[in-house]
């Protein structure tokens, strides 16, 4: 068959295994690598369309860093908070730690162990992001703190594959590791110094959408390129490329045009990936590779939970914040190629690490996207892990709540009826999970309670039994109908109040029986057009400006 016809193939392969994926609610990544077996099951070990592909591969890698060097701001780590700083860093700790001792008592060398234990370790960032988004969970309590440990795990993956691409299968480990960091070091200052003319140049190359676009795949790939030059490793390079266009004010515009020609490649990467399982004559040791899976599986969320435990957390904002962790990362995969082109790890290794990450990646798909139903079935046993008797996600109640509102969220629109509530006397309890926030609302002896909204215990310790209105914040459509449904079905007398930012969500809402559903932007644009009148002379501005002078207290700005 001709090459460009053995390419097609594969490309097509991937388009058809992909979609098988999505269609089982899989990632992409598992029918790209699935599609690179179907490669290897027809090509022999000298197979043209295999080499080109491996041969493209590295350059979906090279955009890849290139992408995450150009998001990365090392200031977010500030912003983590404590609870995913110390689950982040716990779990890689355990997971290396114990992942390396079970490989090196499964037979594997030291080299190697470091290799697959570190690709254990990291869990994929765009994958969860993806699922919990979808799931419209993203901004709850767990999610939040889930996104804060994978932003911990994906700056340690990045200083990993600096170490790893350091150290050299031939000559001293430790010299060569030495040279590998004068080398990075005099590169990084030659970057940095480059870095200092890019502004300009870019404001003047930005002007042109295709020359900025041309510049940025030639920028990422020569830093890239240069960098394997002097002895290090592509991947670096595109990261040390990326990070110096960083703080370019056209790194936005450069992020949005790089994508589609990164996913191209990136591609290309998973099919070579799961290819080189079966070609070139790659073993996959199943027993091991089980194994690992199953510590993967077990071990990552059962260390996530227990360190959420102690840190005060009730046990479904733990369990679920651990599943999320129950796969191994993009970067995992990264890894392993990192380690089969310098020689640190046989084809046979490699190919365990790509096994352990289809297997990993299929199962905690589903841990995700069935958690609700999973926690309900395990949530007797899963109290054990509730190991503070004051736990952070509560406060002491005094007396009980009756004929009362219940506010959920208090950011923004709960903001402004929150003060309502407060100026009108009425008795009112609010709930919210942002503990910066809840500390400072209870310094002022505000009845907050900080916790997730879609928490059954939550829920009893506000009472909302005997609660006469509910009003709900929050914009996701599962939590509001949790909300919904959980009221309709013990207090069916209260007022339900719920939002919706999305037009379907909110007919949705009211189809499913709330009295009342706040759309923030639909009513914004409607005061503004009442505000224009029906001559466009913004008469109407005068009262809105008269109300918010009251509410606002902007009399300064008369001054």
Known sequence: MPLFSEIALALVLAVVFGFIAHSLKQPPIIGFILAGVAVGLF?????????????????????????????????????????????????????????????????????????????????????????????????????????????????????????????????????????????????????LTLSRFFPRFLDRIGRSPEMLYLFSIAWALGIATLTELIGLSVEIGGFLAGLALANSSEHFQIGARMRPVRDFFLILFFVSLGARMLVGGAVVPWGPALILSLFVLVGNPLIVLILMGLLGYRSRTSFLASLTVAQISEFSLVIAALGLRLGHLDPGAAALITFVGIVTIFFSSYFIIYSDRIYHFLKPVLKVFEFRRKLVEEIPVVGEYQNHIVLMGVHRTGYSILQTLIKSGAEFVAVDFDPVLVKSLRNKNIPIIYGDIADEEIQEVINLRKAKAVISTVPGIKDNQAILNVVKDINKKAKIILTA????????????????????????GWEL??????????????????RDARVLDLRSLGK
């Open 529 to 546: 057009a009442q505000a224009l009148g029906h001559k466009n002379d913004f008469n109407g501005l005068i009262k809105l400006q008269e």
């Open 43 to 191: 090509a022999s070990s000298g197979s043209a369309a295999v080499e080109v592909i491996e041969g493209l591969a590295p350059i979906g890698v090279a955009l890849l860093l290139f992408l995450v060097g150009l998001e990365m701001n090392v200031m977010d780590l500030r912003h983590v908070g404590w609870p995913s700083l110390i689950t982040g860093i716990g779990q890689i700790i355990f997971t290396f730690g114990v992942g390396y001792f079970l490989i090196t008592a499964l037979g594997f060398g030291t080299l190697a162990a470091v290799y697959i234990s570190i690709a254990l370790t990291f869990s994929s960032t765009i994958i969860v992001v993806k699922l919990l988004s979808e799931k419209k969970e993203l901004n709850s309590l767990y999610g939040r703190i889930v996104v804060g440990f994978l932003l911990v795990q994906d700056f340690v993956a990045i200083l990993a594959l600096v170490i790893l691409a350091g150290l050299r299968s031939d000559g001293e480990p430790l010299f060569s590791f030495l040279t590998a960091l004068l080398k990075g070091g005099a590169l990084v200052g030659l970057i």
């Open 501 to 524: 930012n999305e037009r379907e969500d909110a007919t949705q809402l009211y189809r499913d029986g709330a009295n009342y559903v706040i759309q923030p932007h639909f009513i914004g």
